[in-house]
């Protein structure tokens, strides 16, 4: 994660700046709706329109849009990702364990 926020940083910094952390909190929660209406139109009820492209190639492309703006606030806030990450899946680890176990036993066949 650490290149992948350089590399972000290195492409922002070269194209004019970052726009505002509340431009960019609205620019993620944008790209998390994108991928929702994807999951929606595709595992949910919704039936996706004759424009919408629901093909994984594009949900490929939003989580990518995604992860791109998530470094761009992870950068002005001066967060480290992988220390985030790892913090967090040391949080689950700890708070759930054998909370999900139910979910392991019906995937042994």
């Given at each position: 994660?650490?290149?992948?926020?350089?590399?972000?940083?290195?492409?922002v910094t070269e194209a004019g700046g970052y726009f505002?952390?509340?431009?960019?909190?609205?620019?993620?929660?944008?790209?998390?709706?994108?991928?929702?209406?994807i999951y929606a139109r595709t595992r949910g009820e919704?039936?996706?329109?004759?424009?919408?492209?629901?093909?994984?190639?594009?949900?490929?492309?939003?989580?990518?849009?995604?992860?791109?703006?998530?470094?761009?606030?992870?950068?002005?806030?001066?967060?480290?990702?992988?220390?985030?990450?790892?913090?967090?899946?040391?949080k689950f680890r700890h708070r759930d364990k054998g909370?999900?176990?139910?979910?392991?036993?019906?995937?042994?066949?």
């Amino acid at each position: 994660m650490s290149s992948l926020q350089r590399d972000v940083d290195r492409y922002v910094t070269e194209a004019g700046g970052y726009f505002g952390e509340l431009t960019n909190l609205a620019r993620l929660l944008e790209e998390a709706g994108e991928i929702a209406a994807i999951y929606a139109r595709t595992r949910g009820e919704l039936k996706p329109k004759a424009t919408d492209d629901v093909s994984a190639a594009a949900l490929e492309s939003e989580m990518g849009d995604l992860l791109f703006v998530l470094c761009c606030l992870a950068n002005q806030a001066g967060i480290d990702l992988d220390r985030a990450l790892l913090g967090s899946i040391a949080k689950f680890r700890h708070r759930d364990k054998g909370r999900h176990s139910h979910l392991q036993e019906g995937s042994e066949a």
